[in-house]
């Protein structure tokens, strides 16, 4: 039934893939030259100390990772009928998740290699909530498996 707290997990993970769109990934500041580095979903901008563009590079593929995302988490809200499918869905979307966070790591670990920078940035709450989202999606998965072994243990006894 759509009331189940797998239900509010679910819905949590598309709040958080939707914030993860609409907020900046990581952020790179080199105080020497103030120059800034900063990804979102949709774009990789560098930024000169005076606030101008310098060069900018779409990233659309991190924000279709994350709105497949959360769209897979919606369609796997109303897929309550059949606990298995429910599962194989989070299970996907877990893959998509993970997938996402190695896109957002290769992309600024090859930015710092490509500016020899000394720190290696600092990651924002896009980052993070896709992360959140992650642990919402594995504790859906937690109470639909735990759903799914309280049908079965009730069929055992008739």
Known sequence: MIQRIQTIFLFLVVVCMGASISSPYWLQAQEASGETWELTAF??????????????????????LASFSGLLALISIFQYKNRTRQMMFNMINSLIMVGLVVVVFLTTNGVNSEINAVESGSYQAGFWVILAAMVFNMLANRFIRKDEALVRSVDRIR
């Open 43 to 64: 774009m990789m901008t560098h930024m000169d100390a005076a606030g101008e563009t310098l060069d900018s590079s779409s990233t659309w593929y991190m924000a279709t």
